[in-house]
T-cell receptor, first 118, second 112 residues
Framework: DAGVTQSPTHLIKTRGQQVTLRCSPK?????VSWYQQALGQGPQFIFQ???????QRGNFPDRFSGHQFPNYSSELNVNALLLGDSALYLC?????????????????FGQGTRLTVV | SQELEQSPQSLIVQEGKNLTINCTSS?????LYWYKQKYGEGLIFLMM?????EEKSHEKITAKLDEKKQQSSLHITASQPSHAGIYLC????????????FGSGTRLQVQP
């Protein structure tokens, strides 16, 4: 089992450019969530996809958008990059919990994509 | 919105010593997650706790969720240099696929 995989691992972009990050969830997982982690802080939730639709969204501007494909993989797109978008972007995959929807479910993370905006 | 506070923010211990990291929530926790992170890398899943009073162990790491489900502790016994890293607690306040809210992390250094 490859676990959660993200690409690329590192990326350098210029202000104003656009970037696309990719994530493949753990085998058997159908839900992908994206997080932004600034240096020295905990991850902040961006949005979550399952059944190819955005289901939840954190406090991030519309410059951040995403997509989920029929094979459950996902993309995070950021337009009009700002210096402040420099961060580690993490993808997490989950699935409907066993034992019914009233239980919490384990969430596994990828190794992240380090984005530097210059 | 739910907020998680971790303490201490950083910790330096001698190899072989025990240590405890705490995570306190502003709301009742439905699920509490512990992760370890090496600098600049992804999060490694350690444990998930859901029931009040629940305790789980993995190797030398034990995590507990208190009865009122608003605080969790992570205890490492006989620390080793391999335990060094950033420990993050994350929480969900509802069922199913809910997104995680994270604390700011505890940086652990273990001196040989």
């Amino acid at each position: 089992d490859a676990g959660v995989t993200q690409s690329p691992t590192h990326l350098i972009k210029t202000r104003g450019q656009q970037v696309t990050l990719r994530c493949s969830p753990k085998s058997g997982h159908d839900t992908v969530s994206w997080y932004q982690q600034a240096l020295g802080q905990g991850p902040q939730f961006i949005f979550q996809y399952y059944e190819e639709e955005e289901r939840q969204r954190g406090n991030f501007p519309d410059r951040f958008s995403g997509h989920q494909f029929p094979n459950y993989s996902s993309e995070l797109n950021v337009n009009a990059l700002l210096l402040g978008d420099s961060a580690l972007y993490l993808c997490a995959s989950t699935a409907l919990p066993r034992g019914g929807p009233r239980r919490a479910t384990e969430a596994f993370f990828g190794q992240g994509t380090r984005l530097t905006v210059v | 919105s739910q907020e998680l506070e971790q303490s201490p923010q950083s910790l330096i211990v001698q190899e072989g010593k025990n240590l405890t990291i705490n995570c306190t929530s502003s709301k009742t926790l439905y699920g509490l997650y512990w992760y370890k992170q090496k600098y600049g890398e992804g999060l490694i899943f350690l444990m998930m706790l859901q029931k009040g009073g629940e305790e789980k162990s993995h190797e030398k790491i034990t995590a507990k969720l208190d009865e009122k489900k608003q605080q969790s502790s992570l205890h490492i016994t006989a620390s080793q240099p391999s335990h060094a890293g950033i420990y993050l607690c994350g929480a969900v306040s509802d069922t199913g696929r809910r997104a995680l809210t994270f604390g700011s992390g505890t940086r652990l250094q273990v001196q040989p």
